[in-house]
């Protein structure tokens, strides 16, 4: 049977009997139209539809209800939706933007497509996104998660913000991702977390065994708390080892340029020292390309240079001290050997001066 309600509305129930039913097959249980357009329908199996017709309300006499209260509200006219409750005028027409979602108590989605969950959360430019506690998303396209999150008028941006302090992380510029992780920040890059990098805090407590340090990698290396970058070296880590000779590295040092220079991106006052990647790379052959210098290869060289020169060094120190030795022994023998002419000079006087004595000379 159909019912006709003022405005032209009209009211279906569907009493027929079940074999009836099941004759004809029934959609509804209960439907709602007007002027032939659907608008609420109950579907037998408990299905529920909400149907209307969007034109925008700008006259702002279609909203169903506003103020203060809990409800949920479908708005057909922006095609909004809200659920939740409200103490204030975040539900107002003029505040809710056309295909909006507002879940949440006192939460506002004020621009068109924006969505906001939560606690007093505000999605307030086109396409925005609030979700959590305290947060506004103030910039088109943008996104305000966690506690306390502000994209700042940001387009763009993204805001994470964890539940560590009351104060207001904002987005810097447009385009830009910000985080507030006081627990450290986690990207895992397999599914047993075995790999991945970390982010932390200077906790102790680190995926890889790090302790103390500001990032850390599933591969061993991590920058320190105290700024210091440090490379994995483990043994169990490396093979295919081959000795090193110290004066074909030093030989390959000779030859290698090393100059003084500025990146491209930089300042022309700032300046930098070493070789080119290409000239390394020519030298030694180290590394995976040759437009990069691993921090381990630099070293490696560096150090190898170093044992290289200390050898030779050593090799000197002996040569030297024997020289000294022998040059200490023909010292020691001019010496004796002046002692021994100054005796032969010595008697030699004697002698003359005798001579000299004996009558007749």
């Given at each position: ?65 506003e103020?203060?209260g ?16 409200i ?13 909006s ?15 906001a ?39 763009g ?13 904002r ?34 407590v ?19 708390t ?22 074909d ?14 990146y491209?991106?930089?300042?022309a ?21 040759d ?14 240079g ?6 030779r ?49």
């Open positions: 049977m159909k019912i006709m309600i003022r405005g032209g509305l009209a009211l279906a129930a569907l009493v027929a009997s079940a074999a009836t039913a099941a004759a004809q097959t029934p959609d509804s249980a209960f439907a709602v139209s007007s002027g032939g357009a659907g608008l609420f329908r109950v579907n037998v199996d408990a299905g529920t539809l909400f149907g209307g017709v969007y034109d925008g309300d700008n006259s702002g006499t279609g909203i169903p209800a103020g203060s809990t409800r949920m509200m479908w708005y057909p006219r922006k095609a909004a939706f809200r659920a939740g409750g103490n204030g005028t975040q539900w107002d027409g003029a505040n809710i933007g056309d295909y979602v507002a879940i949440g108590q006192d939460v506002r989605a004020s621009a068109s497509n924006a969505t969950f939560g606690l007093r959360s505000t999605a307030a430019q086109q396409s925005s996104f609030a979700v959590g506690e305290d947060n506004t998303a103030s910039g088109a396209a943008s996104v305000a998660m966690g506690y306390h999150a502000h994209t700042n008028a940001r387009q941006s993204f805001v994470f913000s964890d539940r560590s302090s009351v104060d207001t992380l987005a810097g510029v447009n385009h830009s991702a910000n985080w507030r992780t006081s627990g450290g920040f986690r990207i895992f890059t397999s599914s047993n977390l075995s790999t991945g990098v970390t982010i932390q805090s200077g906790a102790t680190s995926n890889w065994g790090q302790s103390n340090a500001v990032i850390s990698t599933s591969t061993g290396a991590y920058l320190s105290s700024g210091v970058w440090t490379n994995t070296s483990d043994v169990n880590r490396k093979h295919l080892f081959e000795a090193v000779s110290g004066e590295v030093l030989s390959r040092l000779r030859t290698m340029p090393v100059t003084s220079w500025s491209r991106t930089d300042d006052g700032i300046r930098h020292l070493g070789p080119t990647a290409q000239d390394f790379r020519a030298a030694f052959g180290l590394g995976n390309d437009v990069t210098i691993g921090t381990v290869d630099a070293d490696g060289v560096a150090l190898a170093v044992k290289a020169l200390d050898a060094s050593a090799v000197q120190g002996e040569e030297i001290r024997a020289l000294r030795e022998q040059n200490a022994a023909q010292q020691a023998e001019i010496e004796r050997l002046r002692a021994e002419q100054a005796a032969t000079a010595a008697r030699l006087e004697r002698l003359e001066r005798a001579l000299h004595a004996v009558p007749g000379n």
